[in-house]
């Protein structure tokens, strides 16, 4: 079946920090990937996507690498800043189905 | 321009009782779909309408969960004889057509007593 497995939180860094949030999926055929991000107090909203094997989504500074050989789109920022704190949310979405597949999440803090 | 609404924010209920959760989506948008987040978890999905039409329905945990679309926009998402289990965050989203960005609603907060 298709699932999502990330790196569980929370995660806790310094500003200006390097960011890594670990994702890997399990899928038939070829999944679109996403990575969704929820800020305190707000909806869930789409911060990047790659759509087949070797894309790169970016977003807001936020990078990740669609890895079709790794099963991975692990996501990525050279700087964090404290206004990035968030949850967020590793996602795929089957080749022939239109729903989503979540991680289940990881709680980001940046300490000012 | 709106986003996706739903109503009410919050629900309180108590355990055997039946609700209703309603979705506005945005305005033009065909595709609506239904998710539900327990607590600390991702969204789940539970259903998908293209137009009126449930075109995927296979995350609908049993049969007291119902939805419906009747004129191919607004949808509600019905609960019979609700359990405790029930209480979680029901999101609604709304994408252009199939396969295009779902933009999400802020979501209902269903609490069952």
């Known amino acids: 079946g298709n699932s999502v497995t990330q790196m569980e939180g929370p995660v806790t860094l310094s500003e200006e920090a390097f960011l890594t949030i670990n994702c890997t999926y399990t899928a038939t055929g070829y999944p679109s990937l996403f990575w969704y991000v929820q800020y305190p107090g707000e909806g869930l909203q789409l911060l990047l996507k790659a759509t087949k094997a070797d894309d790169k989504g970016s977003n807001k500074g936020f990078e990740a690498t669609y890895r079709k050989e790794t099963t991975s789109f692990h996501l990525e920022k050279g700087s964090v800043q404290v206004s990035d704190s968030a949850v967020y949310f590793c996602?795929?979405?089957?080749?022939?189905?239109?729903?989503?597949?979540f991680g289940s999440g990881t709680r980001l803090s940046i300490r000012p | 321009g709106a986003g996706v609404s739903q109503t009410p924010s919050n629900k309180v209920t108590e355990k055997g009782k039946y609700v209703e959760l309603r979705c506005d989506p945005i305005s033009g948008h065909t595709a609506l779909y239904w998710y539900r987040q327990s607590l600390g978890q991702g969204p789940e999905f539970l259903i998908y309408?293209?137009?009126?039409?449930?075109?995927?329905d296979s995350g609908l945990p049993n049969d007291r969960f119902f939805a419906v679309r009747p004129e191919g926009s607004v949808s509600t998402l019905k609960i019979q004889r609700t359990e405790r289990g029930d209480s979680a965050v029901y999101l609604c989203?709304?994408?252009?057509?199939?396969?295009?960005?779902?933009?999400f609603g802020p979501g209902t907060r269903l609490t069952v007593l």
């Open positions: 996602a795929l979405s089957p080749s022939s189905a239109s729903k989503i597949i």
């Open positions: 989203a709304s994408s252009l057509d199939w396969g295009n960005e779902q933009f």
């Open positions: 309408f293209q137009g009126t039409g449930a075109a995927d």
